[in-house]
């Protein structure tokens, strides 16, 4: 479907030759609301705060640095013949929500074991507060113009879009085509998995870890699915498309875990930190 392209400023605040993006501001913002619900969390549960800011101070260049690297092993053949700076050139785009989380997960296993602190219970906390993260950051993908899906046509925008707020209609609006707002569909799927793990968390103290894994479940069903719209999609093997591949991995090792921990013992505790009896 064609428009008229009116999109948004990408520059939050222009301070001389210093450009503020919104792209940083949405990811930045998304991270203390979750670090903020974390902490209270942690406090809640009889730990130090400090914990949780000390994995996030550690997590994020690590989750920068394996979100870059991730993305580069995917589309190594662009790299090749290019100078080897442009390895490291995140200003020109290209990074991986899978390389930041496996980043991310590294560091606060290490962290945990360092400081002798059950890692299932440190994840758990940590969840609701990844996925808010996630929903958040969609936003900044928004504001860039990326990790959107394909054109839509008449009918899906008389029947759905325009419904929405002219503001996203507008930015979903690339050199005069229509395009899915797929960072709209996962957003709203990650707000809602933020919900449900909170209601799984304080209302049915599920066991210890199985708070992350539900997560990571949610979350890549979701991711799945969008996955299967965008045009900007890493691939594995030419047709499989590595956030898919990813996807279904993550399902089957977070279901096995459950149970697997479940019958050697190992998920003995609940959230709350009472034993199972």
Not at 161 to 189: A, K, R
Request: glycine fraction near 8%; charged fraction near 15%.
């Amino acid at each position: 479907m064609s428009c008229t392209p009116e999109s948004l400023d990408r520059v939050l605040l222009q301070l001389g030759p210093l450009s503020i993006y919104w792209y940083g501001v949405i990811i930045a913002t998304g991270a203390f609301l979750g670090l903020l619900i974390a902490t209270r969390e942690t406090e809640r549960l009889g730990l130090k705060k400090d914990y949780m800011v000390d994995i996030v101070v550690y997590a994020i260049p690590i989750a920068i640095l394996s979100a870059r690297l991730y993305y580069v092993i995917f589309e190594w053949d662009r790299y090749v013949g290019e100078p080897w700076w442009k390895v490291f050139a995140i200003w020109e785009g290209g990074i991986a929500i899978h390389g930041a989380l496996i980043g991310s997960f590294l560091t606060a296993y290490f962290y945990t074991k360092i400081k002798g602190l059950s890692f299932w219970m440190i994840a758990d906390i940590a969840a609701p507060s990844i996925i808010l993260g996630q929903a958040i950051g969609r936003w900044g993908n928004f504001m860039n113009q990326e990790a959107h899906g394909g054109p839509v046509s008449e009918a899906f925008y008389n029947n759905y879009m325009q419904y929405l707020p002219d503001f996203i209609n507008q930015q979903m609006c690339i050199e005069g085509t229509v395009y899915h707002p797929t960072f709209l569909y996962e957003s709203l799927w990650n707000i809602l998995g933020f919900a449900l793990l909170l209601v799984l968390r304080h209302r049915f103290n599920p066991r210890r870890g199985e708070v992350f894994l539900s997560y990571v479940i949610w979350y890549s069903i979701g991711r799945f699915y969008v996955e299967g719209l965008r045009t900007d999609s890493l691939y594995l093997f030419s047709e499989i498309r590595t956030a898919q591949f990813i996807s279904i991995l993550l399902i089957g090792a977070a279901i096995v875990l459950i149970v697997y921990r479940r019958k050697a013992g190992l998920a003995n505790k609940y959230y709350n930190g009472k034993k199972v009896k």
